[in-house]
């Protein structure tokens, strides 16, 4: 197998962000020695954590990003060995003079036991052997680089150019014109589900996944393969980790902390990790507009037990437990309409609270037996519960006055007020067992299959209403007629349902002439006894790799793939359940291409995908800030179309990044009356994930998320016309900005062995920059109805301003 070294151009004199913090300069002298730096990755130029780095009777590991810095004597040869587990070791003899400096870059190839023989051509697949074809890959590194507010992998997908959201509170998303409903997620092979009452991201806290315990990361924004679920936007699939031995991590910071310890027995059979973590986010919640005291806490624990019983058994256990309170007691909130004639001043006086309270538990225990080396069986036992509860009563009282140039209201001409309601419980229990098998029926071939029964038990007590006296969203229709709401709905709902599901799938390797070819074609097959209706869904990707000069890998995806409804999806806006209600569908067609290059002797790679999707059966549906809230008519049909575009590579030498664009659009046509964009209509956006470091400091490091999105449809008001409503919100602008500073680290900055010290691989302290432009980016709208002219107006509601976070963090 072919190994490399490369030595890249020294790094630019002047790079992004190089001037910040000069108060940090300092350097490591060394006497009759020389430096090794660089990076090492795989076959797939991803980076390599804790590849083994030998000198002597001395070892040293690579970072989370697969970079290495070394001291080695100077003016004699030294021989230094790279490993890792399941590749092939590589050696290299230096003989540098005093003081000197070399860069490098190391590609590791996996065994010659994992690769794939195709005629006279070999293909090696990366250490993540279960890549699909149509996804892109993200390492826990990364997840853990950037600032966040939601954990890391929510923010990280932000940056992609098909993934949309208009919110940095909320770990949730949306792909390709797609909502929050429409994207799988698996951890270790199960399916993951998410609270179903919550209306905003105030309330959701850290995202699912814990960065600190993730391996790696497949996410694909469609086309994807037979052996994923059931949605019709994407598939996030996570893999936790399995350590070889002690390691751990800890962070605190002024929204809160984690800890993360793992490690393995002697003779490695028994692994496991676990990880805590608790986030309260008032401080980043007080920069929003207006007078509101907010006391968010979030917190979670998480564990992954894997025991090898034999060379054929295998068992593991994946357990979650998450918890949350969500306070809320606003004051007051000034807000300027700005109308053609002329401004007016929306003061609204508040009282009441909202106390809200999300549980979740996640658990699955999975066997997997391999016989031989052809056939692998697994089986998964699984189990979600969740109850919630959404309790408020808030009144406000509202005055619409004329300001001056100064802004000062001089009169007002309406005043009025408005009380809203609820006490919602909802309680879920979803159970099931899964099969997933694999059969190689050589190097080059295999087949694998899959079916899965699961129970789903659901309560739900509904209670909601809004009064409204004078002015509010709407004039009272009937005033002479008691109390009358603006709304209600009042419903009691228990619903025990049965879902079953299989799916089987083919993919095979071969030459096709000169080019490689990787081909993989399945069915998946679902039933729901709720409403009675099987689906079939048949997928296909094929992807092209030609014997040219230039590295072009070409990808083309379709299927068809059905969204059976959740419980959401069923219950209609009156509270009622409606067992009518069929599977949504879209139809993908996907060509990508993915072009690999060097430049200043640096890998890079540019991925271009080109997308349609046929909606159709399609659920309309109210987003309420990040709640979906459907008719529960399959009355709607559309399509979806886009552009998108990713650079990825090492534009500061050792350090990934990307920059992404898109444009995209989606629409949908409700009851045959015209195209109008989907409430998740995404259009144009700007991206990008950037790593920098200080030439003369490379303890210091700078890590940057940019954003820049058109803005969304501003939605309409429940129970109204959607057509009457086609403005969009303001253009989403965002850029958040990391600063770390390595105390201790694996390269140069060791400390003294025997020391108390010497237990940590790192110490670091940053700062995190939220919203460094302080932009006040808008989330959704409210609807305000002046009682004596009839006019509607919108107000704003707007999102996070700047923040500063200091944070400290620990490895060992």
């Known amino acids: 197998m072919k190994k490399t070294i490369q030595q890249p151009t020294l790094p630019l004199s002047k790079r992004f962000l190089s001037t910040i913090s000069l108060s940090l300069l300092g350097g490591v002298l060394y006497a009759q020695t020389a430096q090794i730096t660089g990076k090492i990755v795989d076959e797939n130029k991803n980076p390599i954590n804790k590849a083994e780095i030998i000198i002597g009777n001395e070892s040293f590991f690579t970072d989370q990003n697969g970079n290495f810095k070394l001291s080695i004597p100077s003016n004699q040869s030294v021989i230094v060995t790279f490993n890792y587990d399941h590749y092939s070791s590589f050696s290299q003899t230096f003989t540098l003079k005093d003081k000197n400096r070399k860069e490098i870059f190391i590609q590791l190839v996996p065994d010659q036991s994992n690769a794939i023989e195709l005629s006279e051509a070999v293909v090696s697949f990366q250490n993540n052997n279960n890549k699909p074809l149509q996804s892109t890959t993200l390492s826990a590194a990364q997840m853990q680089q950037g600032p966040s507010l939601t954990g890391g992998v929510a923010d990280l997908l932000k940056t992609l150019p098909f993934v949309n959201s208009n919110t940095e509170l909320s770990s949730q998303y949306m792909v390709r014109g797609g909502n929050y409903d429409e994207n799988l997620i698996y951890i270790n092979g199960i399916e993951i589900y998410k609270p179903q009452l919550i209306r905003s991201g105030e309330q959701e806290g850290l995202g699912f996944v814990n960065p600190a315990m993730t391996e790696f990361i497949n996410f694909s924004a469609g086309g994807w393969e037979a052996k994923y679920g059931d949605k019709m936007s994407s598939v996030l699939d996570v893999t936790y980790k399995r350590p070889k031995k002690l390691e751990g991590q800890m962070e605190a910071s002024l929204m809160g902390g984690n800890l993360t310890v793992g490690g393995a027995s002697k003779n490695k059979k028994l692994s496991a990790i676990v990880g805590a973590r608790y986030q309260n986010r008032n401080l980043v919640l007080n920069t929003l507009k207006g007078d509101t005291n907010f006391n968010p806490q979030y917190y979670d624990v998480q564990t992954n037990i894997n025991y090898k019983l034999n060379e054929k058994w295998n068992v593991n256990f994946f357990g979650s437990v998450s918890r949350s309170r969500y306070e809320m007691f606003p004051i007051k909130r000034d807000t300027y309409i700005n109308t053609f004639n002329n401004p007016l001043l929306l003061s609204v006086f508040y009282n009441g609270k909202e106390d809200d309270r999300f549980g979740t538990e996640t658990g699955s225990l999975s066997f997997t037996y391999q016989p031989n080396d052809k056939v692998d069986l697994g089986l ?107 709304y209600y709905v009042n419903s009691q709902n228990n619903l025990k349902s049965n879902r079953i599901s299989g799916y089987a799938q083919y993919t ?83 060509l990508g291409n993915d072009y690999e290059f060097k430049w200043m002797d640096r890998p890079f790679k540019l991925t271009t995908e080109l997308y349609y999707k046929i909606l159709n059966d399609l659920n309309p549906y109210y987003v309420d800030n990040v709640r979906i809230r459907y008719t529960a008519d399959n009355n709607s049909k559309g399509y979806a179309y886009g552009l998108d575009m990713r650079l990825f590579g090492q534009f500061v030498p050792g350090v990934d990044s990307w920059f992404s664009a898109s444009y995209a659009r989606a629409y949908q046509n409700i009851d045959n009356k015209g195209d109008i964009p989907l409430p998740t209509d995404p259009r144009f956006k700007l991206s990008a994930f950037f790593q920098d470091y200080m030439e003369f400091l490379p303890s210091f490091k700078v890590n940057v998320n940019l954003i820049y999105a058109s803005g969304l449809p501003n939605g309409a008001p429940q129970f109204s016309d959607p057509y009457q409503y086609q403005t969009t919100l303001r253009d989403y602008k965002r850029v958040d900005i990391g600063f770390v500073k390595e105390i201790i680290n694996q390269k140069d900055l060791k400390p003294s062995a025997g020391t108390f010290w010497s237990n940590f691989k790192e110490i670091s302290i940053g700062v995190d920059v939220f919203n460094v432009f302080d932009i006040k980016n808008q989330i959704s709208n409210s609807w305000i109805r002046d009682v004596n002219s009839s006019t509607v107006y919108t107000m704003p509601n707007y999102l996070t301003g700047r923040f500063l976070n200091g944070k400290i963090n620990f490895k060992f």
């Open 380 to 486: 998964d036992v699984f189990a979600y519960h969740s109850k919630e509860r959404e309790y408020f009563d808030i009144q406000g009282s509202y005055f619409i006055s004329e300001v001056d140039n100064d802004g000062n209201a001089i009169s007002t001409n309406d005043v009025g007020s408005q009380i809203d309601h609820a006490r919602n419980n909802f309680d879920a229990l979803v159970a099931g067992i899964q099969h997933r098998g694999k059969y190689k029926i050589n190097k080059n071939n295999d087949i694998e299959w899959g079916a899965k029964f699961q129970q789903e038990d659901i309560r739900d007590l509904l209670g909601e209403w809004q009064a409204i006296d004078s002015t509010g969203y709407v004039v009272n229709p009937n005033p002479n007629n008691g109390l009358n709401l603006r």
């Open 508 to 590: 095979s390797k071969f030459m096709w002439n000169d080019a490689k070819v990787l081909f993989n074609a399945g069915v998946r097959t679902s039933y729901w006894d709720f409403n009675d209706e099987i689906t079939v869904s048949p997928r296909a990707q094929i992807a092209v790799k030609p014997d040219w000069k230039s590295d072009m890998l070409f990808r083309f995806s379709t299927g068809l793939y059905y969204q059976p409804p959740f419980y959401r999806e069923v219950r209609r806006l009156d509270g009622s359940l409606n067992n009518k209600v069929k599977s949504q569908q879209s139809i993908h067609f996907i």
